[in-house]
């Protein structure tokens, strides 16, 4: 998945980029809400992590801008305030969640993937698709009594492709989904983690097809 990190702290930035990043997922970092319009403008997202006091404005403020301008993009709030006031208006606002700073990492993560289930209209981390069920939670994907344990980018792609199976995806749209614009993307890297990932499809009833020169689509055997 592709977040946008909104955050005017470089320490707490690299902090939860690095961790978020060892989950799979690309981060682009913002450090003012002007900087934050710009990548929204450039690239599709799959999360906000937004701080409400930053130095050219208050997030909460853009939250609702954003809302008014009907964008549905998830957004965690990142608030110093322990207020039950505060924390409730950010969530009348439209924000989808919060979390009190200074917070917990692994909580962090916990309420990203909790959102983005929500997001996704899922109930739990599971799925059950083909012959497999694919488990985000735990990483796996279980074919009969084999689980077979997924890489973070395994996972974010099958994730991608899971969200609708049977469409096409491109290649440039994976590589928007899965790698920030910090990252230096080669032109393979998106065959070596659909090569990856079809070998743990391997026998589990789903083929992961490549459509030569339009991309890539999840469909049963």
């Known amino acids: 998945m592709r977040f946008l990190l909104v955050e005017d702290s470089d320490d707490l930035a690299a902090a ?18 002007a900087e ?13 992590l937004l701080d409400i006091s930053l130095p050219d404005g208050d997030g909460r403020e853009f939250l609702a801008r954003e809302r008014g301008a009907r ?3 998830p957004v965690i709030m990142m608030t110093a305030s322990a ?6 208006n950010t969530l009348d606002q439209g924000a989808d969640d919060y979390i ?10 916990a309420r990203c993937r909790a959102v983005l289930r929500r997001h996704a209209g899922a109930a739990d981390s599971r799925l059950q698709y083909a012959g497999f069920t694919f488990d985000a939670l735990a990483a796996t994907l279980t074919v009969g009594d084999e689980v077979r ?11 991608i492709l899971l969200s609708r199976p049977g469409q096409i995806f491109s ?4 590589i928007d989904r899965l790698f920030s614009f910090d990252e230096e993307v080669s032109d393979n890297a998106i065959e070596v983690y659909v090569g990856r990932l079809r070998r743990k499809l391997d026998g589990s009833g789903a083929r992961l097809e490549t459509m030569r020169g339009v991309g890539y689509r999840l469909i049963p055997e």
Do not use: C, W
């Not at 060892?22 to 682009?28: E, K, Q, S």
């Not at 009190?100 to 993560?109: H, I, N, S, W, Y």
């Not at 344990?149 to 994730?159: D, F, S």
């Open 171 to 174: 290649k440039p749209h994976l």
């Open 71 to 73: 964008r549905e993009t």
């Open 100 to 109: 009190t700073k200074p917070f917990d990492f692994a909580e962090l993560q």
């Open 16 to 33: 939860v980029a690095s961790r978020l990043a060892m989950d799979g997922h690309g981060v682009d970092r913002a450090a003012t809400l």
């Open 36 to 48: 934050a319009k710009e990548y929204l403008e450039s690239a599709p997202y799959d999360l906000i």
């Open 149 to 159: 344990e997924l890489r973070a980018r395994e996972l974010r792609l099958l994730e």
């Open 83 to 88: 207020s039950v006031n505060d924390r409730v």
